[in-house]
Nanobody, 126 residues
Framework: QVHLVESGGGLVQAGGSLRLSCAAS????????MAWFRQTPGKEREFVAS????????FYADSVKGRFTISRDNAGNTLYLQMNSLKPEDTAAYYC???????????????????WGQGTQVTVSS
């Protein structure tokens, strides 16, 4: 059974940085494409970034391109999201997601990922 646990969220001032982690267990991590999504109350969960099995291919939402970097450590079964130049509009609960299907460099939907973590809250103050 897939188990994903996010960490690293918190309160940061605008312009600051945070690094989120997602520890995976119960799967052969290197066989899964991974992604980060985020959600604010009353809104749909939205895509942030995704990464291929080996980590060589990535894809970002336009809203975070150039500020966020997704990466993975397959030996350590961990996914990361480095977030720089944070803005108040980045405030959300951030979720990692996993799926064994093929990575595509296009914007995925929630339905493209079958396993989800519980989320970690990121709050950016102005």
């Amino acid at each position: 059974q897939v188990h994903l646990v996010e960490s690293g969220g918190g309160l940061v001032q605008a312009g600051g940085s945070l690094r989120l982690s997602c520890a995976a267990s119960g799967i052969t991590f290197s066989n899964y494409k991974m992604a980060w999504f985020r959600q604010t109350p009353g809104k749909e969960r939205e895509f942030v970034a995704s990464i291929s099995w080996g980590g060589s291919r990535t894809f970002y939402a336009d809203s975070v391109k150039g500020r966020f970097t997704i990466s993975r450590d397959n030996a350590g079964n961990t996914l990361y999201l480095q977030m720089n130049s944070l803005k108040p509009e980045d405030t959300a609960a951030y979720y990692c997601a996993a799926d064994p299907s093929l990575f595509r460099a296009t914007r995925p939907s929630i339905a493209d990922f079958r396993s989800w973590g519980q989320g970690t809250q990121v709050t950016v103050s102005s």
